[in-house]
């Protein structure tokens, strides 16, 4: 009969005005300012770059300055420059350190590919969404000072993921450090031994002391060998076009 | 809401006068609230001379409709808006702020929960751009929201909205209204002739066509009120459905079968008349933009809102009278409760009913919706009419031809809505698919 | 219409020449929204192009993801892991529900509903987006596949949660359906509106759900089995009439086979790694040489086509959109409709501008 398709299509509606009131399944809706949204551990946003201490961010940055992200990063938004000079870092190592870093938050699509190349963890994604600004070109171009957050933030943000992230980087901090004094004894020995084991001596202590400029462990993301960092020093880019 | 029993005449003004400043009061139920909108009238124009205080009486009726209707509408927009939002499952308008003054600085952080909102839609309105657009016919752009409004207004002066509440009482009250009310149809015309923009005028053409079929099924559908209440008069219709059957059925005309296919004729025809979903063609946002409404903004395009919102009060509150008894209790042991509240009750339950429908149906097309009309509405309201005759001629004789008329008239009406309604939905069928292998 | 017209579905116009309201010629304008996306894809690494892919088709990017990776690996030769086969499938029919949801929704919009059907379809989709966004930490730019997996692996709870969902979801459609699918007045509207026939839409190279909606039985699923695709127990729905109510009945049966295929995947999916071990991230050359990745997205068939001259940027990137094909038939549908009429077809082509224009 004409009609009741119609009656059936009323009888919907007046569930979902009636649910509405009392479903949370029907009514979704959060009063967003009143009410933060909780936030998945893996929501990403835009990128910051890790420092091992909150006291001096600058100081502890775990960027080389190895411009992988920066090659990488699909629509180009990260401008980096070396540092002239060399800085220890958190496992006692000289390091170069950005002494630019700026990343053009207009431009970035958080697409988190510059987390997953860097391969010392220094560039992770941050949840903080609330990031209006009423300057169109400065307010967005966030600078090293800027992008710098503790690695305690992190843990916050991303709990399983900064612990993995740790427990590697101590298993990587320590094997280097065994690795190393394997290779200082083993380099003792063979000073020992010069003249006994003349051939295997280039072969063992090669792989410690030929990364004077990186760590030597495995990315968690990938197992892929890592390419060296380009040394070379390139031109740098122009800045970005927002500046 | 305001009283007013305004004379046509000034020998007919004698008479009333005696009846509302003394009788009325008394026979009414002897109450305060009930009296209430009488006595603030006759306070405000009691001490006046006899000419002026028919005309002051006549300014206090057009005041008292503006207001209420004004604060009316403003609330339905929310309301509207909220019972959208939620049959969408969404909260609906909730955070327009209250007004922060320097010296009352908590004033704005009060949560009004959207009350707030029909004011600041109200002020938005006012202080945006009035936009002309460069060929458009001046006077009839500006002209067209005013004579919708006016129009839309005129058709609210017959309805009686509580015992004794009726701005003007005319003996073919009913006529007038839909004389009133079919003039919207030619300020509709104007707006969309006026803007000279492709839309706006495809829209009024879509409204002419919309509206000239729905007129008829309208017109037909409460012919047989008027035939049973043996009156044109929207008080003497009121007046016909007073009592209850057994002291508890009242004897409200929808609650006999051809009052009830006349209601649902009626309903139909209206939503169509008024512009409202699934009608909306004039203004289908998909395809039309706005419709007739495209080239207006500001305050013309609140003007259009307004009309809107009238035509809609006026043309429940038309079906209200016609049907559903009025202002008149529904029982008689809530009769306690005033009779312009009852009339608000069921005027408002119409337009919920309004709302609904709009929250579930999509928009008909324009040749669906002639068809509708010319071969679905139309013929039923005929029908209907001679459904109103056989009940009338059969109500006269013994109880048992009495009790026999229900089943009688009730299969006159649904034995050709079944068979119409097939009809109608030849062209379409429910579908089952197949799967390939 | 158009630009700026509420109904075109993103910036898109359409040049109508009318006899009263009948469509007598319609031209489809596009190209509004035309950002390089190829050529980017040339200039940039394979990996690089993966997060690009998202912003094809905004509402699919699980589907792009998929297609692109698919694409990359056939180049590569790169072999996929069990487990990421189960969680792309997954994916892929999530998103298909997401899309169809949302298609119903919009198209309901089309029809002058205001706005209840499509926000129970946002509704839904909510729903699957936070899926999306726990898994991958972007509702709707994903970027969420990789040459030879799946970037993170779900957890547990997320697959239960995902199984929650999929298991409610035949109650939302049965309550959705019982809003639209019988409601006469969009059986008036849409029976007989925008008829395309089924030798028009072979020669166009309509594909997706447009093209079962006119009975031609052309399914990637069942024609490629790409993927593991191939174990799984569902069947294409067909149609007869090839108009708009057709369309919009195909996906919703689409919906409830693909809750079918979600349902066996949440049973039978493997443990196991979700990215195969060899599969590298940075310095990815593949060898020279072309391929040709496509999977039946939620809109058709979405397809990748890349050459390779041995160096980390693709010598040629080429998107075969299934929306761009799917509207060039548009003219030939709303020819002797009417304005309303081509409104709603055009919504029922299910296009999205971003993929459109590219």
Same mark, same amino acid.
């Given at each position: 009969?004409?009609?009741?398709?119609?009656?059936?299509?009323?009888?919907?509606?007046?569930?979902?005005?009636?649910?509405?009131?009392?479903?949370?399944?029907?009514?979704?809706?959060?009063?967003?300012?009143?009410?933060?949204?909780?936030?998945?551990?893996?929501?990403?946003?835009?990128?910051?770059?890790?420092?091992?201490?909150?006291?001096?961010?600058?100081?502890?940055?775990?960027?080389?300055?190895? &411009?992988?992200?920066?090659?990488?990063?699909?629509? &180009?938004?990260?401008?980096?420059?070396?540092?002239?000079?060399?800085?220890?870092?958190?496992?006692?190592?000289?390091?170069?350190?950005?002494?630019?870093?700026?990343?053009?938050?207009?431009?970035?699509?958080?697409?988190?590919?510059?987390?997953? #190349?860097?391969?010392?963890?220094?560039?992770?994604?941050? &949840?903080?969404?609330?990031?209006?600004?009423?300057?169109?070109?400065?307010?967005?171009?966030?600078?090293?000072?800027?992008?710098?957050?503790?690695?305690?933030?992190?843990?916050?943000?991303?709990?399983?993921?900064?612990?993995?992230?740790?427990?590697?980087?101590?298993?990587?901090?320590?094997?280097?450090?065994?690795?190393?004094?394997?290779?200082?004894?083993?380099?003792?020995?063979?000073?020992?031994?010069?003249?006994?084991?003349? #051939?295997?001596?280039? #072969?063992?202590?090669?792989?410690?002391?030929?990364?004077?400029?990186?760590?030597?462990?495995?990315?968690?993301?990938?197992?892929?060998?890592?390419?060296?960092?380009?040394?070379?020093?390139?031109?740098?880019?122009?800045?970005?076009?927002?500046? | 809401?305001?009283?007013?029993?305004?004379?046509?005449?000034?020998?007919?003004?004698?008479?009333?006068?005696?009846?509302?400043?003394?009788?009325?009061?008394?026979?009414?139920?002897?109450?305060?609230?009930?009296?209430?909108?009488?006595?603030?009238?006759?306070?405000? /124009?009691?001490?006046?001379?006899?000419?002026?205080?028919?005309?002051?009486?006549?300014?206090?009726?057009?005041?008292?409709?503006?207001?209420?209707?004004?604060?009316?509408?403003?609330?339905?927009?929310?309301?509207?808006?909220?019972?959208?939002?939620?049959?969408?499952?969404?909260?609906?308008?909730?955070?327009?702020?209250?007004? /922060?003054?320097?010296?009352?600085?908590?004033?704005?952080?009060?949560?009004?929960?959207?009350?707030?909102?029909?004011?600041?839609?109200?002020?938005?309105?006012?202080?945006?751009?009035?936009?002309?657009?460069?060929?458009?016919?001046?006077?009839?752009?500006?002209?067209?929201?005013?004579?919708?409004?006016?129009?839309?207004?005129?058709?609210?002066?017959?309805?009686?909205?509580?015992?004794?509440?009726?701005?003007?009482?005319?003996?073919?009250?009913?006529?007038?209204?839909?004389?009133?009310?079919?003039?919207?149809?030619?300020?509709?015309?104007?707006?969309?002739?006026?803007?000279?923009?492709?839309?706006?005028?495809?829209?009024?053409?879509?409204?002419?066509?919309?509206?000239?079929?729905?007129?008829?099924?309208?017109?037909?559908?409460?012919?047989?009120?008027?035939?049973?209440?043996?009156?044109?008069? /929207?008080?003497?219709?009121?007046?016909?459905?007073?009592?209850?059957?057994?002291?508890?059925?009242?004897?409200?005309?929808?609650?006999?079968?051809?009052?009830?296919?006349?209601?649902?004729?009626?309903?139909?025809?209206?939503?169509?008349?008024?512009?409202?979903?699934?009608?909306?063609?004039?203004?289908?946002? =998909?395809?039309?933009?706005?419709?007739?409404?495209?080239?207006?903004?500001?305050?013309?395009?609140?003007?259009?809102?307004?009309?809107?919102?009238?035509?809609?009060?006026?043309? =429940?509150?038309?079906?209200?009278?016609?049907?559903?008894?009025?202002?008149?209790?529904?029982?008689?042991?809530?009769?306690?409760?005033? =009779?312009?509240?009852?009339?608000?009750?069921?005027?408002?339950?119409?337009?919920?009913?309004?709302?609904?429908?709009?929250?579930?149906?999509?928009?008909?097309?324009?040749?669906?919706?002639?068809?509708?009309?010319?071969?679905?509405?139309?013929?039923?309201?005929?029908?209907?009419?001679?459904?109103?005759?056989?009940?009338?001629?059969?109500?006269?004789?013994?109880?048992?031809?009495?009790?026999?008329?229900?089943?009688?008239?009730?299969?006159?009406?649904?034995?050709?809505?079944?068979?119409?309604?097939?009809?109608? =939905?030849?062209?379409?069928?429910?579908?089952?698919?197949?799967?390939?292998? | 219409?158009? !630009?700026?017209?509420?109904?075109?579905?993103?910036?898109?116009?359409?040049?109508?020449?009318?006899?009263?309201?009948?469509?007598?010629?319609? @031209?489809?304008?596009?190209?509004?929204?035309?950002?390089?996306?190829?050529?980017?894809?040339?200039?940039?690494?394979?990996?690089?192009?993966?997060?690009?892919?998202?912003?094809?088709?905004?509402?699919?990017?699980?589907?792009?993801?998929?297609?692109?990776?698919?694409?990359?690996?056939?180049?590569?030769?790169?072999?996929?892991?069990?487990?990421?086969?189960?969680?792309?499938?997954?994916?892929?029919?999530?998103?298909?529900?997401?899309?169809?949801?949302?298609?119903?929704?919009?198209?309901?919009?089309?029809?002058?509903?205001?706005?209840?059907?499509?926000?129970?379809?946002?509704?839904?989709?909510? @729903?699957?987006?936070?899926?999306?966004?726990?898994?991958?930490?972007?509702?709707?730019?994903?970027?969420?596949?990789?040459?030879?997996?799946?970037?993170?692996?779900?957890?547990?709870?997320?697959?239960?949660?995902?199984?929650?969902?999929?298991?409610?979801?035949?109650?939302?459609?049965?309550?959705?359906?019982?809003?639209?699918?019988?409601?006469?007045?969009?059986?008036?509207?849409?029976?007989?509106?925008?008829?395309?026939?089924?030798?028009?839409?072979?020669?166009?190279?309509?594909?997706? !759900?447009?093209?079962?909606?006119?009975?031609?039985?052309?399914?990637?699923? @069942?024609?490629?089995?790409?993927?593991?695709?191939?174990?799984?127990?569902?069947?294409?729905?067909?149609?007869?009439?090839?108009?708009?109510?057709?369309?919009?009945?195909?996906?919703? *049966?689409?919906?409830?086979?693909?809750?079918?295929?979600?349902?066996?995947?949440?049973?039978?999916?493997?443990?196991?790694?979700?990215?195969?071990?060899?599969?590298?991230?940075?310095?990815?050359?593949?060898?020279?040489?072309?391929?040709?990745?496509?999977?039946?997205?939620? @809109?058709?068939?979405?397809?990748?086509? *890349?050459?390779?001259?041995?160096?980390?940027?693709?010598?040629?990137?080429?998107?075969?959109?299934?929306?761009?094909?799917?509207?060039?038939?548009?003219?030939?549908?709303?020819?002797?409709?009417?304005?309303?009429?081509?409104?709603?077809?055009?919504?029922?082509?299910?296009?999205? *501008?971003?993929?459109?224009?590219?």
């Amino acid at each position: 009969m004409l009609g009741t398709g119609l009656i059936q299509g009323l009888a919907v509606t007046a569930k979902n005005l009636v649910g509405s009131f009392h479903d949370p399944e029907r009514y979704t809706t959060v009063e967003y300012p009143e009410v933060k949204p909780k936030l998945p551990e893996n929501y990403r946003n835009f990128p910051f770059l890790v420092s091992e201490t909150a006291e001096d961010p600058m100081g502890t940055l775990r960027c080389v300055a190895c &411009q992988i992200c920066e090659k990488e990063c699909p629509p &180009q938004c990260i401008y980096i420059v070396k540092s002239k000079d060399k800085k220890l870092d958190a496992s006692g190592k000289a390091q170069l350190y950005p002494a630019t870093f700026a990343i053009d938050t207009s431009v970035c699509m958080s697409c988190q590919i510059c987390v997953e #190349v860097c391969p010392f963890d220094a560039i992770k994604m941050d &949840q903080e969404f609330e990031i209006a600004t009423t300057d169109r070109f400065h307010g967005l171009l966030l600078n090293r000072e800027q992008l710098a957050k503790p690695n305690s933030y992190y843990h916050q943000i991303h709990p399983t993921e900064a612990a993995a992230v740790d427990a590697l980087l101590v298993a990587a901090r320590k094997a280097a450090e065994e690795k190393a004094k394997a290779a200082a004894a083993a380099k003792a020995a063979a000073a020992a031994k010069a003249d006994v084991a003349r #051939v295997s001596r280039p #072969v063992n202590p090669a792989a410690a002391n030929t990364n004077t400029g990186q760590e030597t462990r495995a990315t968690p993301a990938t197992s892929a060998p890592q390419p060296p960092a380009a040394p070379s020093a390139e031109a740098p880019k122009p800045p970005p076009p927002a500046a | 809401m305001s009283v007013v029993v305004v004379a046509t005449s000034a020998s007919e003004w004698t008479a009333l006068r005696v009846v509302d400043s003394l009788a009325l009061v008394a026979t009414a139920t002897d109450r305060f609230l009930e009296c209430a909108p009488v006595m603030l009238r006759d306070a405000v /124009t009691g001490l006046l001379p006899d000419p002026w205080r028919w005309i002051a009486n006549g300014l206090f009726a057009i005041v008292a409709i503006f207001a209420v209707f004004g604060l009316l509408f403003a609330f339905l927009t929310l309301a509207e808006r909220k019972i959208l939002g939620r049959v969408q499952n969404r909260p609906g308008p909730n955070r327009a702020p209250t007004p /922060t003054f320097p010296f009352a600085k908590f004033l704005g952080k009060i949560r009004t929960y959207g009350l707030a909102q029909p004011f600041a839609d109200g002020v938005k309105a006012l202080t945006k751009e009035d936009i002309v657009p460069d060929g458009a016919d001046k006077v009839l752009h500006f002209l067209a929201p005013v004579a919708l409004l006016a129009f839309a207004t005129l058709t609210l002066v017959v309805i009686p909205f509580g015992r004794n509440l009726v701005a003007l009482q005319l003996d073919a009250a009913v006529l007038y209204f839909f004389a009133a009310g079919a003039a919207t149809e030619l300020a509709v015309f104007m707006a969309g002739w006026a803007s000279r923009n492709k839309y706006s005028l495809l829209a009024a053409m879509r409204a002419l066509a919309q509206l000239i079929s729905y007129e008829l099924p309208l017109l037909l559908s409460w012919v047989p009120v008027v035939m049973i209440a043996g009156s044109l008069s /929207t008080v003497a219709i009121v007046e016909a459905q007073a009592g209850w059957k057994f002291g508890f059925i009242p004897h409200w005309h929808v609650l006999t079968p051809w009052g009830f296919a006349g209601f649902v004729i009626f309903m139909v025809a209206a939503l169509a008349e008024s512009n409202r979903s699934p009608f909306d063609l004039p203004e289908a946002e =998909s395809e039309l933009i706005a419709g007739h409404l495209t080239e207006y903004s500001g305050f013309k395009y609140a003007f259009f809102f307004m009309a809107e919102y009238f035509g809609m009060c006026a043309l =429940s509150g038309m079906a209200v009278t016609l049907f559903l008894g009025g202002w008149r209790a529904p029982l008689p042991f809530l009769e306690f409760i005033p =009779s312009y509240a009852w009339f608000g009750a069921k005027l408002l339950a119409l337009i919920l009913g309004f709302m609904w429908i709009r929250a579930t149906f999509p928009r008909l097309r324009i040749d669906q919706l002639t068809r509708f009309s010319w071969k679905f509405l139309v013929p039923l309201a005929l029908i209907n009419l001679g459904n109103t005759v056989v009940w009338a001629l059969m109500s006269g004789g013994s109880p048992a031809l009495a009790l026999a008329r229900w089943p009688v008239c009730a299969a006159i009406i649904v034995v050709p809505f079944v068979w119409l309604g097939r009809a109608q =939905s030849a062209s379409y069928a429910p579908r089952t698919y197949r799967y390939a292998a | 219409m158009g !630009p700026h017209h509420p109904s075109t579905h993103g910036v898109f116009r359409m040049i109508v020449t009318l006899d009263g309201e009948t469509i007598v010629k319609l @031209k489809p304008v596009f190209g509004y929204l035309h950002r390089n996306h190829e050529k980017i894809g040339e200039n940039t690494t394979y990996l690089a192009s993966m997060p690009y892919t998202d912003r094809l088709d905004y509402l699919c990017s699980m589907t792009n993801n998929w297609a692109y990776a698919l694409a990359v690996e056939k180049l590569a030769g790169q072999p996929v892991p069990e487990r990421a086969e189960y969680v792309r499938v997954i994916l892929a029919e999530l998103t298909r529900l997401l899309n169809h949801t949302c298609l119903a929704g919009f198209l309901m919009q089309d029809l002058g509903c205001s706005g209840t059907p499509l926000m129970y379809a946002f509704r839904e989709r909510e @729903k699957i987006l936070d899926l999306f966004e726990s898994l991958s930490g972007s509702r709707m730019m994903c970027n969420y596949q990789r040459f030879g997996g799946c970037r993170l692996d779900p957890t547990a709870d997320w697959l239960a949660a995902a199984k929650q969902l999929t298991d409610g979801y035949g109650r939302f459609l049965d309550e959705f359906e019982t809003l639209l699918t019988g409601n006469e007045i969009i059986m008036a509207r849409t029976q007989g509106t925008g008829r395309l026939s089924p030798e028009l839409a072979v020669n166009a190279g309509i594909t997706g !759900p447009m093209l079962r909606a006119t009975g031609v039985n052309y399914d990637l699923r @069942k024609v490629d089995a790409y993927g593991i695709y191939s174990r799984f127990d569902f069947r294409v729905p067909l149609g007869d009439h090839g108009d708009v109510y057709d369309r919009y009945m195909i996906r919703v *049966l689409e919906m409830r086979e693909s809750i079918k295929i979600l349902q066996q995947a949440f049973a039978a999916i493997p443990a196991g790694p979700i990215i195969d071990p060899g599969a590298k991230l940075r310095g990815f050359r593949p060898k020279a040489g072309e391929a040709y990745g496509r999977i039946e997205g939620p @809109k058709g068939e979405i397809g990748f086509y *890349l050459i390779s001259d041995g160096t980390p940027n693709p010598y040629r990137y080429r998107v075969r959109a299934p929306s761009f094909v799917n509207l060039t038939v548009l003219e030939d549908m709303c020819l002797g409709q009417t304005v309303a009429d081509a409104v709603i077809i055009l919504g029922s082509v299910d296009i999205v *501008l971003g993929e459109v224009d590219r």
